[in-house]
């Protein structure tokens, strides 16, 4: 059983981290958003890349612009956080449980 419960922490540790990441990098594209960025430089098409599908599915399911400000990054930081009290807690708890 402690073999169950060491791996279900590990895939909640690996999953808080790659949240976290993500998280960071949805930040990272918000800031860059608001400057002129080289859109031939390898970081600003990595960051687009990874983040564009994500915003551009908010922003097609829920068009909240207000006055020209994109509100899908704050969404998404908003389920990261839930994802990572609710799905990686659960893990951690289910894990110190076995």
Request: glycine fraction near 4%.
């Amino acid at each position: 059983m402690f073999v169950l419960a060491n791996f279900l922490s590990a895939i909640a540790m690996v999953l808080d981290y790659a949240l976290t990441i993500y998280m960071w990098i949805i930040v990272a594209g918000a800031v860059l958003s608001w400057v002129s960025p080289d859109p031939y430089n390898p970081i600003v098409r990595f960051i687009n890349t990874v983040t564009e599908p994500v915003l551009y599915q908010i922003r097609k399911r829920l068009p909240a612009s207000f006055g020209g400000l994109d509100l899908s990054p704050m969404i998404v930081i908003l389920v990261i956080i839930f994802l990572q009290r609710f799905l990686v807690n659960s893990l951690y708890g289910l894990a110190f449980k076995l």
